[in-house]
């Protein structure tokens, strides 16, 4: 059974500061993608990370995958009020329909 | 591109009702549409991957004769919740998928049920 985890599950940083949030999975996948969730939305396709060594980057978030530890990251650079979200990693498994596991999501809380 | 809507957004009903939500992608089809439920505070959970013309497969502990799924076409899905009670209110997402190499999926706005 596929298990993403996600650290850490609450983050309260300053604007201005940097940070990184990390996914783990258990089992060997095709594709990692990361979301932003704003309070009662959907979710907000922010990467899909395909291959090992990828690297995406999109203003303050810049987004990794190692897949041979298994591993993404999500940093942000000089956080913003705006930042403020729950974000969430999911995985699939090519031959599982491509069926998304998530990660139970990190909330981000960026201060003034 | 890839937008996927859903009808209702929010919908308050009696329990003991049945409540249907729609899914739909709008400019392109889904070979396959997933249906997820997440409640307050916590991540998605998938209930049902439904592919066209096909019985939808659910995940282990949804019940399928309580959560209807209705997979009509390559645009349209539905979720019927049958004779809801106040433990299925909760946040319920759709997302489609066009199929291909990378068949990524595209999530809807989502609809948020109230069972009183």
């Known amino acids: 059974e596929l298990k993403v985890e996600q650290n850490p599950l609450f983050l309260s940083m300053q604007e201005g500061k940097n940070y990184t949030i990390y996914c783990n999975y258990s089992?060997?996948?095709?594709?990692l993608y990361w979301y932003r969730q704003d309070p009662g939305k959907s979710l907000e396709s922010l990467f899909v990370?395909?291959?090992?060594?990828a690297v995406k980057q999109e203003g303050r978030l810049m987004a990794s995958l190692d897949t041979k530890a298994r591993l993404s990251t999500l940093h942000i650079t000089a956080a913003v009020h705006d930042l403020s979200a729950t974000y969430f990693c999911?995985?699939?498994?090519?031959?599982?329909?491509?069926?998304?596991?998530f990660g139970k999501g990190t909330l981000l809380t960026v201060n003034p | 591109g890839a937008v996927v809507s859903q009808h209702p957004s929010r919908v308050i009903c009696k329990s003991g009702t049945s409540v249907k939500i729609e899914c739909r992608s709008l400019?392109?089809?889904?070979?396959?549409m997933f249906w997820y439920r997440q409640f307050p505070k916590q991540s998605l959970m998938l209930m049902a991957t439904?592919?066209?013309?096909?019985?939808?497969?659910?995940e282990q502990g949804v019940e399928k004769d309580k959560f209807l799924i209705n997979h009509a076409s390559l645009t349209l899905s539905t979720l019927t919740v049958t004779s809801a009670h106040p433990e299925d209110s909760s946040f319920y997402i759709c997302?489609?998928?066009?199929?291909?190499?990378?068949?990524?999926?595209?999530f809807g706005p989502g609809t948020r049920l109230t069972v009183l």
């Open positions: 990370l395909l291959s090992n060594g």
């Open positions: 089992t060997t996948s095709d594709r």
């Open positions: 439904s592919n066209e013309g096909s019985k939808a497969t659910y």
């Open positions: 999911a995985v699939d498994i090519s031959g599982s329909n491509y069926k998304l596991t």
């Open positions: 400019d392109f089809q889904a070979t396959t």
């Open positions: 997302s489609a998928a066009p199929g291909g190499r990378y068949n990524e999926q595209f």
